[in-house]
T-cell receptor, first 109, second 117 residues
Framework: DAKTTQPNSMESNEEEPVHLPCNHS???????IHWYRQLPSQGPEYVIH???SNVNNRMASLAIAEDRKSSTLILHRATLRDAAVYYC??????????FGAGTTVTVRA | NAGVTQTPKFQVLKTGQSMTLQCAQD?????MYWYRQDPGMGLRLIYY???????DKGEVPNGYNVSRLNKREFSLRLESAAPSQTSVYFC????????????????FGPGTRLLVL
């Protein structure tokens, strides 16, 4: 499994963008990069995924480096409801999501 | 459409007792999973079922058994609970959908908080 490195924590002010980096330098060529988040006292929820191109959805944007060794999840305007642990997960569609410690995002009002 | 449901929400056991955690999904997903999450850590996969009738070990299967009862239900059994099994247990299901470019994205239940004394 590819190893990932994420900062332990990040803070943001409400309504400001949040950029969450993830290093996955050992990712295989066919692994997608999935992001999940876990709100306090809840199960994780899917956020976004991508392979090579940048991706956008209603929750976030995902910017993937050209060499695919890193990616950045972008929350365009953080709200208090975005306070969560964010997990970056290289995934080969083999059923096994491997969760690391993730990045704890704190949003200040 | 309830998604993934888990029962019970909270349970206290004594060492050596047994119990079964129940999980059901109503999304017609083929695959189902059991994870555990210890305080301050990420989730670890215990067992998964890629399809009805199959089960496979994950990262931390020791001390657990599973049953894929039908397509909807996947249960996790602790035969003889130990304090080291104190954790939050999450069930999930997944299926390939066109909305996610045919990637298997997982949908999680609310969790069962288990305390073993």
């Amino acid at each position: 499994d590819a190893k990932t490195t994420q900062p332990n924590s990040m803070e943001s002010n409400e309504e400001e963008p949040v950029h969450l980096p993830c290093n996955h330098s050992t990712i295989s060529g066919t692994d997608y990069i999935h992001w999940y988040r876990q709100l306090p006292s809840q199960g994780p929820e899917y956020v976004i995924h991508g392979l090579t191109s940048n991706v956008n959805n209603r929750m976030a944007s995902l910017a993937i480096a050209e060499d695919r060794k890193s990616s950045t999840l972008i929350l365009h305007r953080a709200t208090l409801r975005d306070a969560a642990v964010y997990y970056c997960i290289p995934f080969s569609n083999d059923y096994k999501l491997s969760f690391g410690a993730g990045t704890t995002v704190t949003v200040r009002a | 459409n309830a998604g993934v449901t888990q029962t019970p929400k909270f349970q206290v056991l004594k060492t050596g007792q047994s119990m079964t955690l129940q999980c059901a999904q109503d999304m017609n997903h083929n695959s189902m999973y059991w994870y555990r999450q210890d305080p301050g850590m990420g989730l670890r996969l215990i067992y998964y079922s890629a399809s009805e009738g199959t089960t496979d070990k994950g990262e931390v299967p020791n001390g657990y058994n599973v049953s894929r009862l039908n397509k909807r239900e996947f249960s996790l059994r602790l035969e003889s609970a130990a304090p080291s099994q104190t954790s939050v247990y999450f069930c999930a299901s997944s299926g390939r959908t066109g909305t996610h470019n045919n990637q298997e994205t997982q949908y999680f239940g609310p969790g069962t908080r288990l305390l073993v004394l």
